[in-house]
Nanobody, 120 residues
Framework: QVQLVESGGGLVQAGGSLRLSCAAS????????MGWYRQAPGKQRELVAT???????NYADSVKGRFTISRDSAKNTVYLQMNNLKPEDTAVYYC??????????????WGQGTQVTVSS
């Protein structure tokens, strides 16, 4: 099992910034990726940004140029720096940990979610 603990959400005015953190612990995989997804009221959960361990980043078009994902592999922690926030960024943000073992079995784990609210 993998446990994810998120922090950093909150209320901010449009144009402001927030930084989310997510620390992973437990039975971690050598082949893995960490990332962030979000879900706004009445909408499906969508990818925000992902980053494989040692790999390149992937962003949703809606956040490119404003959000930056980074990882501290030594701490098994992923961060999401969110700048120039817009009201449409308002959502619950979920940390995701993807792992694959030597047999090719894939696993996905989710954090509890952290609320980000951007006021206009």
């Amino acid at each position: 099992q993998v446990q994810l603990v998120e922090s950093g959400g909150g209320l901010v005015q449009a144009g402001g910034s927030l930084r989310l953190s997510c620390a992973a612990s437990g039975s971690l995989f050598s082949t893995n990726a960490m990332g962030w997804y979000r879900q706004a009221p009445g909408k499906q959960r969508e990818l925000v940004a992902t980053m494989p361990d040692g790999g390149s980043t992937n962003y949703a078009d809606s956040v490119k140029g404003r959000f930056t994902i980074s990882r501290d592999s030594a701490k098994n922690t992923v961060y999401l720096q969110m700048n120039n926030l817009k009201p449409e960024d308002t959502a619950v943000y979920y940390c995701n940990y993807y792992g694959r073992n030597w047999k090719g079995h894939e696993y996905n784990y989710w954090g509890q979610g952290t609320q980000v609210t951007v006021s206009s």
